[in-house]
């Protein structure tokens, strides 16, 4: 990842920028959820220095940004081999870039050192907005949308000049809308109710619905590129996926709206759009596998053995097929209907869902084109794992995979004694969390979490010395084969 | 695709749009159900909470008002109850008070990130308790938070706990100091108390038993 000099296009480079940024995040967000963990613990650690409130803020907030940011230099990256032209507006691409990237700085450092203001709307502006995941102040806001309607003015703009493929379609459309919802929480009202409608537009339809179809959009990217899949077979699985995404997301998102003051019928509507969310999911797994094993099939019968020309993308491909089916589709059905979520909403429930979902269903598949990116950036034809590639794939899949399991298990404990035996409030809120199982679950997810950490030391570490290695590794294999012709 | 495709399954045309009706039919119904919703959760007026009409999301002068949280036989749930009038802070708020009241208390749960670690109507962080039905909570009713910080009334308990967490601790996990003012902490109050008033269709349910439960210890410990 630290250079990309075998790459042609200018709009790729801008790419691989924005993995770099995202690498940082990613670590800066592991290290601030391990913080958040230990104050779980031990709520002594940096009281009235760096709260909870702070660190999980940063927690979320660098995971969100950091993933918008992977997300951007995916589509980069991915113009050029789609449209097969250069961004249109690569300079004023490159300016925003910096732009983005000094706002961000200035936002989070703001988070860390001043961290809450007094309460009127200049704290709103210049500090913080205090609406989970949209805390980024107005400014910021403002800053964001102009930085993402030049971002979006360079993908349209080329994709009308270009090759207009069916995966650059899906892009495209569905870019304006995952760009147009983020106006709905820019908005301050003094009525809770609307603020929270208003606020899962934003959330929910991004993730479990505009998010969702830019990651179908990317494992078809993926799949023609790493395994060589035909892409009219990818293009239609690809408008299946649309279709069932689109079509159970959004208006699964009533199932954030049981308990707003929003109506009842709000019930009905979440519970059945929202329980099939989770068919997409099995068919993005099932796609995946089966192009995967109809190429590998092509290969052998040909005599060649391997149908990957990139083996540390494609295991994270497919750690997203699963891991979204697993960590949105069956952690998200857990809970999804009213009858259970009266109990669940509100407790580690959701935040063992939380860690999965993100994690399962966008963290690995944007790890995936970091991989493609480096493969890019030093030119190797056949990228395969190291030792470092198999550590942090093992460690973070294992380690979320554990804190998941440990959220769960606590959330389950404040669901039977919190909720239903006490009804929640103050007190009974306290007891269960001073549950022995529920201390021993927090235990177990700062344990995994520091897993999870190590194995982002290796991801990040494979991912700044892979490209070098294995360029090197390839010159002298031709070298060798030039010298023995 | 150039070829024609031997079956309509196979063919990207008719997949593309369905893709397209399928979200667009979504998409419209989810704008109209947006319409009805935003009609039934936009704020009642004063008038409207003299009368005893009822709002899912009732005028900000419902401070002026007994709140409580009752089992509705009817709809199989509790349900927010306006009762008759009660002092506020020692004083009945004018509908232009209380709306300026509730707007400032608004602002600054967000200004002091209330919701990273506390939740609002079950959003938010789990590092506290939910706050969507705090005014009703048996700790501020049943003596404990107005005894610890000397207060008459659970408003001024309340209000004067805003301002100085750390100072009455009742479990490890401590409240920090946000620097909280008098008036913030007033207008906080005000939100909290405007927030147990909305219809939550039954969330959380059977809330605070624990007040009742807890009589004489717990089995927790």
């Known amino acids: 990842m630290l250079i990309n000099g075998e790459l042609k296009y200018e709009s790729q480079k801008l790419g691989m920028n924005y993995f770099r940024v995202a690498l940082v995040l990613f670590g800066a967000q592991l290290l601030m959820g391990l913080i958040a963990a230990i104050q779980f613990l031990y709520p002594g650690f940096l009281f009235e220095i760096f709260d909870f409130s702070v660190s999980r803020m940063v927690h979320i907030n660098a995971l969100v940004v950091w993933m918008l940011y992977a997300m951007i230099g995916s589509v980069y990256y991915m113009i050029p081999d789609e449209t097969g032209e250069e961004t249109v507006g690569i300079g004023l691409g490159k300016l925003a870039f910096w732009i983005l990237t000094a706002a961000v700085a200035v936002v989070v450092l703001v988070y860390i050192f001043i961290q809450v203001g007094p309460g009127n709307e200049s704290t709103i502006w210049f500090i913080n907005e205090g609406r989970e995941y949209l805390e980024a102040p107005r400014w910021a806001d403002i800053g964001i949308v102009a930085v993402v309607l030049v971002f979006y003015y360079n993908v349209f703009a080329t994709y009308m000049k270009g090759r207009r493929t069916g995966i650059m379609t899906v892009m495209v459309a569905n870019l304006f809308a995952l760009a147009g919802l983020y106006l709905t929480g820019m908005f301050f009202t003094d009525n809770i109710s609307v603020d929270q409608y208003w606020w899962w537009w934003v959330i929910h339809l991004w993730v479990e619905a505009t998010w969702e179809v830019f990651v179908g959009t990317l494992a078809a990217y993926a799949l023609v590129k790493i395994i060589g899949a035909k892409r009219e077979i990818v293009e239609m699985w690809l408008w299946i996926e649309v279709l069932m995404l689109f079509g159970s997301g959004i208006l699964g998102l009533g199932h954030h709206y049981f308990w707003i003051g929003t109506p009842e019928y709000w019930w009905e509507i979440g519970a059945l759009f929202s329980s099939l969310e989770p068919v997409p999911l099995v068919a993005m797994f099932v796609h995946v596998l089966y192009d995967w094993g109809k190429e590998q099939g ?148 700062l344990a995994m979490g520091v897993v999870t950490f190590v194995g982002f030391i290796y991801l990040a570490w494979d991912l700044l010395t892979i490209g070098a290695v294995e360029s090197a590794q390839e010159e002298s294999e031709g070298a060798a084969a030039a010298a023995a012709a | ?217 717990t089995h927790a410990h």
């Open chain 2, 1 to 217: 695709m150039s070829k024609k495709s031997a079956s309509v399954w196979t063919s990207i045309r008719f997949w593309r749009r369905s893709a397209a009706w399928v979200t667009g039919t979504a998409t419209v119904l989810l704008i109209w159900l947006t319409f009805d919703t935003m009609g039934q959760i936009s704020m009642g007026s004063d008038a409207d909470l003299a009368k005893g009409i009822k709002h899912r999301i009732p005028a900000a002068t419902v401070i002026n008002y007994h709140v409580d949280y009752q089992f509705d036989q009817k709809r199989g749930h509790e349900v927010p109850v306006i009762g008759e009038k009660e002092k506020f802070f020692g004083k009945e708020w004018s509908a232009k008070d209380a709306a300026a009241l509730l707007h400032h208390g608004k602002l600054t749960s967000q200004a002091k990130n209330c919701m990273n670690c506390h939740t609002l109507l079950g959003n938010g962080g789990y590092y506290a308790p939910d706050l969507t039905k705090a005014w009703l909570d048996a700790k501020w009713n049943d003596g404990t938070m107005t005894g610890i910080t000397g207060k008459n009334t659970k408003e001024e308990a309340m209000a004067e706990f805003l301002m100085h967490p750390s100072q009455y601790p009742t479990h490890a996990r401590m409240m920090p100091d946000l620097g909280i003012t008098q008036d913030e902490a007033v207008a906080l109050v005000a939100f909290l108390k405007h927030m147990s008033a909305i219809d939550t269709n039954g969330f959380p349910r059977n809330f605070s038993q624990s007040a009742k439960r807890l009589e004489g210890g």
């Open chain 1, 298 to 445: 092509h290969c052998e019968s040909k005599g060649s053995a391997h149908a990957l020309n990139n083996s540390p993308a494609m295991a994270w491909v497919t750690a997203n097929a699963f891991g979204n089916f697993l960590g949105a589709g069956i952690w998200g059905f857990f809970h999804t209907l009213p009858q259970v979520n009266i109990y669940t909403h509100g407790t580690q429930f959701t935040a063992a869902h939380g860690h999965l979902a993100f994690f399962g269903a966008y963290a690995t598949i944007l790890i995936a084109m970091m991989y493609i990116g480096v493969q890019g950036s030093y030119g190797i034809k056949k990228m395969t794992m190291t030792f470092k590639t198999k550590m942090a794939l093992t460690l973070i899949i294992f380690g979320v995979l554990g804190m998941g399991v440990a959220l769960t298990i606590a959330g389950y404990e404040q669901v039977l004694v919190e909720r239903a035996d006490l009804g929640g409030g103050w007190d009974a809120y306290f007891i269960a969390q001073d549950l022995p199982w529920y201390i021993q679950a927090q235990g177990w997810r």
